[in-house]
């Protein structure tokens, strides 16, 4: 089952703007992490979040956490092509490190 | 760069017919995972070893679905009397059991279509 779900399941910007993804999840977690998938390829991690952690930050990517509203933010300014991709939160509610994935952004970059 | 493989990239069967796919993760991670991702949707959990122990199976995973990791390095998944419904993306992920936050390491998936 899918523990979140992102919001828009899809956003298309130009080059240069800003992109913003939320997700919301339902259960408490140890942390919540984002992902990024190219078309028919594997999942490459890109940063994470403790629960304990309100905002983090990682070259052009700036996530934010909200446990009260069980919610997060992913934040990519200043946007290329090269960022086309679905984009999935994912959260860590102990027990063995298991993930569970939320529905995804797809974003596309266009020139 | 020794990332996580899975072989095969590709596989197309007919309905009835049983497919094994092999994961082989980061060698020093003795956490390994399995997912199925339809399209359009995110990956979901299947199962998970610790060294050659599956500690963890989800209602996914129906009978017809085994994972083995019999020395605690590479896994198979194998599906038997496969049905269209079984129709995916299988990814296969790894991760140290200590010393990291919990990130995990994918490979880039085997694409099972079901005729």
């Known amino acids: 089952s899918q523990q979140g779900e992102e919001d828009p399941q899809a956003l298309s910007i130009q080059e240069g703007e800003n992109a913003t993804m939320n997700c919301s999840y339902k259960?408490?977690?140890?942390?919540l992490q984002w992902y990024r998938q190219n078309s028919g390829r594997g999942l490459v991690h890109l940063i994470l979040?403790?629960?304990?952690?309100r905002e983090k930050h990682s070259g052009r990517l700036r996530v934010t956490l909200d446990t009260s509203k069980k919610s997060s933010s992913l934040l990519i300014t200043a946007s290329r092509a090269a960022d086309t991709a679905s984009y999935f939160c994912?959260?860590?509610?102990?027990?063995?490190?298991?993930?569970?994935f939320g529905t995804g952004t797809q974003l596309k970059v266009e020139l | 760069d020794t990332g996580v493989s899975q072989d095969p990239r590709h596989k197309i069967t007919k309905r009835g017919q049983n497919v094994t796919f092999r994961c082989d993760p980061i060698?020093?991670?003795?956490?390994l995972y399995w997912y199925r991702q339809t399209l359009g949707q995110g990956p979901e959990f299947l199962t998970y070893?610790?060294?050659?122990?599956?500690?963890?199976k989800s209602r996914l995973l129906s009978d017809r679905f085994s994972a083995e990791r019999p020395k605690g390095s590479f896994s198979t998944l194998e599906i038997q009397r496969t049905e269209q419904g079984d129709s995916a993306m299988y990814l296969c992920?790894?991760?140290?059991?200590?010393?990291?936050?919990?990130?995990?390491?994918f490979g880039e998936g085997s694409r099972l279509t079901v005729l």
């Open positions: 992920a790894s991760r140290p059991s200590s010393g990291s936050a919990g990130e995990l390491f």
């Open positions: 259960t408490s977690i140890n942390n």
């Open positions: 979040i403790r629960s304990n952690e």
């Open positions: 994912a959260t860590d509610t102990g027990g063995g490190n298991k993930l569970t």
């Open positions: 060698s020093e991670h003795n956490r």
């Open positions: 070893f610790q060294n050659e122990a599956q500690l963890e």
